[in-house]
């Protein structure tokens, strides 16, 4: 889990598990259904459906004695046509038969993914997108996660006014859990776990809660920065401040499907289903598998019918970065959100004995270790050793010693604790080349310290050039005004395998070293042998980044509540910017070597909330838009109906229509590295929404090797709401020599007041 050890667990993180039976249930998993409803035999679908059932169970009896019962597991009535159940392989070839049958999909599982994120992005009290008239409208955000601490002060609702008469959620009772734990703040609350107990059977509640109540912290700390209430907070006095969600004064509802395990997909999409019956406006969720088509990818298939009711959707793009296309929950109606760093640390100052000097992270607050000696496993040719692995150090070896580790294997505070129950005195936590120059700030058991790869270098040279190494560490707490925004490494990255002509993902915002509310009863590091509490913890990953979009798309509905989905989305995504604090491109942490980010980490850039507000012209896309885009994919008449609903036929037009040609706020190029007319020609339409009477220009930074052309070159708007529309072609230049991808912008600019900005990404296949 994405908890403040989240991204030490990175090695599972954001891969896709299928689900697989257990010997009790023989060869039996849980299956997501998909019905034509057209075909309904009775009055109600819950009827429909176990009729179904019962029909499997009798062609069972008549030629399949070896399968257990089919059991009945989620009815969806929003997202899906359909229902979940644990079938068998025969049973499900059995189902095939029936009149109405459009698909099954096995069920998989998958993973979850501040006092001064706000500032940082430009928000401040009284002003803008948080001046009272804004925060008074009812904004309702629905957190699909691992549940909530519900008595913490980030969630009171004190000078609230009543619950919305729109809202037709509820606060469900389970473990430790009762009505009274939802007030006019968290104002619903449910848990979904049948399908994780059908896959891996039944909850241990000595482990976890059966019901919304968060274990994790997980769930607690994205749903508090999307729209925590203000609250003094810090962690062991560092990052010390006011701190509050993005929309801090929206109310909360939370829908528990991540357990210890990880998420049934099939829990998943009960979730969305409910939160759209519940009538949320905004859905955020910081998880994902692998990328997948759109018709396999449950999270997809719900998102689209939440966006079909007018629900915005923000999910986290993954944590397998800085790998290539890795990027996850890549559907265009979604906003795939990445991970990029504070203007804020939290040193701690390694100096070795030959007087080198390097800056590190932690968050560890006690006294600093002067210079002691160094230990480091791969010199005694110990491979487990070097990467701190439990019962691998000898006390003998290591007590009284600071202890250098490699990351990876296990979790960075693990390793701490390691080294603590080894005797060693501290830890120096190292990155490879791989990790680059990523820091994270963990609450380490001990005095430690997490080093670049730089560093990591400059340390193994000098342990090979001395018979006795040695190290202190000294801590300086939270430090301000750093470089930033910065790419976090382990940020999923395209390019887009799914959609090849979509850029994803489709921002960036705040995900390392995040500040946000933690349950009481889990300690910041999740280790048991940690008896620590806190009530606000660091945490790291694009689970942290996610709701800061989901927060902002809140904002955002408050100021213009007739705009869509996707109008807010172009908002955030044509108002991005891509400098940073010392107004240079934004960097890559992801190497050694100082280098630019690409729209292939970031995609339009970094949010950027006070511009999104009044972003001058729109790319609008309606549900239409996107059945055309997907009949554009040939998708079949069974995988349309999961968007589409059911005799959905696509349109004559779209046999004539391309994938890029999608009304999106970016440009993907896909060239033929043999081809002798290489040049693509795109469509986009823009709404205007600003002042009357406007002309806006067109300036455009071509891509290496790319000749971009715009006709017209000049779009007059006489009224809001008015929609012009232009061509753009791109043509590879003769003699250039076929690279991996290059990249440009196009932008709409009127005086200086707007520069509706769009990233291009060019690639050769």
Known sequence: METATMMCKTAMLMLIFIVTPSNASMNMQTYIVHMDRTKMTTTTSDRWYESVIESVNELLDQEDHESGKPKLVHVYKTAISGFAAKLSTKQVESLKRLNGFISATPDEMLALHTTHSPQFRGLERGKGLWSGSNLESDVIIGVVDSGIWPEHVSFNDIGMSPVPSKWKGECEEGTKFSKSNCNKKLIGARAFFEGYEAA???????????????????????????????????????????????RYTSRIAVYKKCWSQGCASSDILAAIDQAIADGVDVLSLSLGGSAKPYHSDPIAIGAFQAIKNGIFVSCSAGNSGPSSSTVSNTAPWIMTVGAS?????????????????????????????????????????????????????????????????????????????????AGGAGMLLINSVNEGEEL?????????????????????????????????????????????????????????HVGLDLLKPDVTAPG???????????SPTELKSDKRTVLFNIASGTSMSCPHVSGLAALLKSVHKDW?????????????????????????????????????????????PKKASDPGLIYDINPQDYQNYLCTLNYSASDMAL????????PRASSTMEPGDLNYPTFVVNLKKNSKSNIVTLKRTVTHVGIPNVTYTVQVNEPDGVSVMVEPQVLRFKKPSEKLSYKVSFMQKKGFRVQDGSFGVLEWVYLNMYHVRSSIAVTWT
């Open 341 to 421: 760093y504070l203007d804020r640390s939290f040193e701690a100052i390694v100096e070795l004995g030959d007087r080198q000097i390097f800056e590190g992270s932690s968050l560890y607050v006690g006294k600093a270790l002067k210079q002691l000696p160094l230990f480091y496993g791969n010199t005694i040719g110990d491979l487990r050793a070097a990467f701190c692995i439990d019962g691998s150090l000898k006390k003998n070896l290591v007590k009284g010693k600071i202890v250098i580790c490699q990351r990876i294997i296990t979790s960075r505070t693990e390793k701490g604790e390691v080294v603590k129950l």
């Open 512 to 522: 390392m070293n995040i500040l946000a509310a933690w349950p009481p009863s889990t």
């Open 440 to 496: 994270f700030a963990d609450a380490h058991v001990l005095p430690a310290s997490a080093l670049g790869a730089i560093a990591g270098k400059a340390i193994k040279a000098y342990l090979n050039s001395t018979n006795k190494p040695t190290a202190s560490i000294t801590f300086k707490g939270t430090v301000y005004g750093k470089l930033a925004p910065l790419m976090a490494a382990f940020s999923s990255r395209g390019p887009n």
């Open 643 to 650: 968007f589409a609903g059911d005799g959905f036929k696509c």
């Open 564 to 608: 869509s989905p996707a109008a807010i989305k172009s908002a955030l995504m044509t108002t991005a910017y891509v400098h940073d604090n010392s107004n240079r491109h934004i960097l890559d942490v992801a190497f050694s070597t100082p280098t630019n980010a690409t729209p292939f980490a970031y995609g339009s850039g970094h949010v950027n």
């Open 200 to 246: 891996v059977g039944k909850i241990n509640e000595t482990e976890d809660y059966r019901s919304a109540r968060d274990a994790e912290g997980h769930g607690t700390h994205t749903a508090s920065t999307a729209a925590g209430n203000l609250a003094y907070a810090s962690i062991f006095g560092l990052a010390k401040g006011l701190a509050g969600g993005v």
